[in-house]
C-alpha cells in the first residue's frame, strides 16, 4: 500500500486528490479508475506516484473492454443531476469488492451515491468519510449474488 505524502508545496485541488487517493487506500499495484471533473489531474498524479495501472474512465462502454479496477475514483465536484449519470457510465468498471471514492459537493450527496449503489445491485460493505477539508467518501462495494451468477 502507498498513501501520498503531502507535498510541501501543493495546490488545494492536489492536497484533496491526495487525500480521497488516501481515503481509497489505493496501492501502487492496483488497476485504478478515474473519473469526473478532475480525472485528468488525479491521472497525472498518480502517474507521479509510480501508480502504473491507472485509466481515465469516461464511460464503460463494453463490460469486457477493460479489467474490472479495484478502485474507481470520482475527482471534483459533481451536480446532484450529473453524479447518477457519472456513476452509471463507470461502476461496471469497479470489481466485486472493491472501492468507489468520490468528492461530493456537500454531504447530502452521499445519499444519491448510497441509492444508486443500491438500485443497481450493489451493497456497501463498509464506508469512510473524510470531512477535514472537502466531503469525500469511499465504499467499498459487493454486486449482489444474484448479479455475480448473471455475470
Known amino acids: 500500500m502507498c498513501a501520498l505524502d503531502a507535498a510541501?508545496?501543493?495546490?488545494?485541488g492536489e492536497d484533496?486528490?491526495?487525500?480521497?487517493?488516501?481515503l481509497s487506500r489505493a496501492a501502487n499495484e492496483d488497476l485504478v479508475s478515474v473519473a469526473g471533473p478532475s480525472a485528468l489531474d488525479l491521472l497525472s498524479l498518480l502517474c507521479r506516484h509510480n501508480f502504473e495501472r491507472v485509466q481515465c474512465a469516461r464511460q464503460a462502454t463494453c463490460g469486457a473492454a477493460d479489467?474490472?479496477?479495484?478502485?474507481?475514483i470520482l475527482a471534483g465536484r459533481l451536480s446532484a443531476s450529473a453524479l447518477p449519470e457519472q456513476l452509471q457510465r463507470t461502476m461496471r468498471l469497479l470489481r466485486d469488492g472493491g472501492v468507489l471514492?468520490?468528492?461530493?459537493?456537500?454531504l447530502d450527496d452521499?445519499?444519491?451515491v448510497q441509492r444508486w449503489l443500491e438500485?443497481?445491485?450493489?451493497?456497501?460493505a463498509s464506508t469512510v468519510f473524510d470531512?477535514?477539508?472537502?466531503?469525500?467518501?469511499?465504499?467499498?462495494?459487493?454486486?449482489?449474488l444474484a448479479l455475480r451468477a448473471a455475470a
Open 110 to 112: 452521499d445519499i444519491l
Open 67 to 72: 479489467d474490472a479496477s479495484d478502485v474507481l
Open 131 to 144: 470531512l477535514s477539508h472537502e466531503v469525500l467518501v469511499a465504499h467499498t462495494v459487493c454486486r449482489r
Open 119 to 124: 438500485t443497481h445491485g450493489f451493497d456497501i
Open 16 to 22: 484533496v486528490s491526495r487525500r480521497l487517493v488516501n
Open 101 to 106: 471514492a468520490v468528492q461530493l459537493g456537500e
Open 8 to 12: 510541501a508545496e501543493s495546490s488545494d
